[in-house]
């Protein structure tokens, strides 16, 4: 059982940053993928990153590449996401997700609670 908490959200302006955090509790986390999705009010939820167990592989949905960041520490089980040049169409709930087999599953086994980032423009 893993479970995921997430801080690190807030209010910002255009241009800004933040960074977000995801801690893990339970056992074996440098063995699970990483992944950071989101949602807006009325969207559908979407892919932002995920990075695989050893952090050597990453991927970034096209509308943050070049801005966002995933990294993770797995001495500290936290997983984050460094997010530069933040945009309006970026306000959503941030969710933090593992999953033992892949880093792009297509359903992931755990979810965090989620946090909000707000842009203001």
């Known amino acids: 059982q893993v479970q995921l908490v997430e801080s690190g959200g807030g209010l910002v302006q255009a241009g800004g940053s933040l960074r977000l955090s995801c801690a893990a509790s339970?056992?074996?986390?440098?063995?699970?993928?990483m992944g950071w999705f989101r949602q807006a009010p009325g969207k559908e939820r979407e892919f932002v990153a995920a990075?695989?167990?050893?952090?050597?592989?990453?991927y970034y949905a096209d509308s943050v590449k070049g801005r966002f960041t995933i990294s993770r520490d797995n001495a500290k089980n936290t997983v984050y996401l460094q997010m530069n040049s933040l945009k309006p169409e970026d306000t959503a709930v941030y969710y933090c997700?593992?999953?033992?087999?892949?880093?792009?599953?297509?359903?992931?086994?755990?979810w965090g609670q989620g946090t909000q980032v707000t842009v203001s423009s």
């Open positions: 997700a593992a999953d033992k087999d892949s880093p792009q599953a297509a359903i992931w086994d755990y």
């Open positions: 339970g056992r074996f986390f440098s063995s699970y993928h």
């Open positions: 990075v695989n167990w050893s952090d050597l592989r990453k």
